[in-house]
Antibody, heavy 124, light 107 residues
């Protein structure tokens, strides 16, 4: 079955750019949407944005000015860049397949599967 | 952005209890709602999609209902492995948003 794995630095300095990659295994990245979601320690979940395998994106307006999500279909990977980070960006970052199924004229949507998550701490 | 408000924020219950968690949307979202279970240190796990459709492999003691603005997740008979935090999430519009979570604890 499809599995996702996040990778990247666990520590980023304030004002720098956070960079993470999600590697998809057990299936192709093509024909799907892929999202990044984060969770500050002890808090709830926040959707960051998605990318379609073709490269189209949609970002959360709360982060839009600082976020870039890209895809590399040859490597079956997609990536997140978050610029000008502060301590408020400290969180566990998850990648997930943004699954969409069209049936009987309806579109069904959910996040599954998810990666295990990676903690990124913003600190000097 | 659509706000999702879950109640209660935390809940203590015993094994065998029937538990209901509610999720209220700030505007109508049809049935575009999913429920997830999250255990400490783990990624969320999909339980329910389209408000009431049970994900494959999820025990039948979990059920979801509702449409429009009011939704519920019910666990018919709590098992020890069900003690976790539960989140609702809407897929009606962007940005995708989650409820604040309901922590289900052992009484």
């Amino acid at each position: 079955q499809v599995q996702l794995q996040e990778s990247g630095p666990g520590l980023v300095k304030p004002s720098e750019t956070l960079s993470l990659t999600c590697t998809v295994s057990g299936g192709s990245i093509s024909s799907y949407y892929w999202s990044w979601i984060r969770q500050p320690p002890g808090k709830g979940l926040e959707w960051i944005g998605y990318i379609y395998y073709s490269g189209s994106t949609n970002y959360n307006p709360s982060l839009k000015s600082r976020v870039t999500i890209s895809v590399d279909t040859s490597k079956n990977q997609f990536s997140l860049k978050l610029s000008s980070v502060t301590a408020a960006d400290t969180a566990v970052y998850y990648c997930a397949r943004d699954t969409r199924i069209v049936a009987t004229g309806m579109t069904y949507n959910w996040f599954d599967p998810w990666g295990q998550g990676t903690l990124v701490t913003v600190s000097s | 952005a659509i706000q999702l408000t879950q109640s209660p924020s935390s809940l203590s219950a015993s094994v065998g209890d029937r538990v209901t968690i509610t999720c209220r949307a700030s505007q109508g979202i049809s049935s575009a709602l999913a429920w997830y279970q999250q255990k400490p240190g783990k990624a969320p796990k999909l339980l329910i999609y389209d408000a009431s459709s049970l994900e494959s492999g999820v025990p039948s003691r979990f059920s979801g209902s509702g449409s429009g603005t009011d939704f519920t997740l019910t666990i018919s008979s709590l098992q020890p492995e069900d003690f976790a935090t539960y989140y609702c999430q809407q897929f009606n519009s962007y940005p995708r948003t989650f409820g604040q979570g309901t922590r289900l604890e052992i009484k």
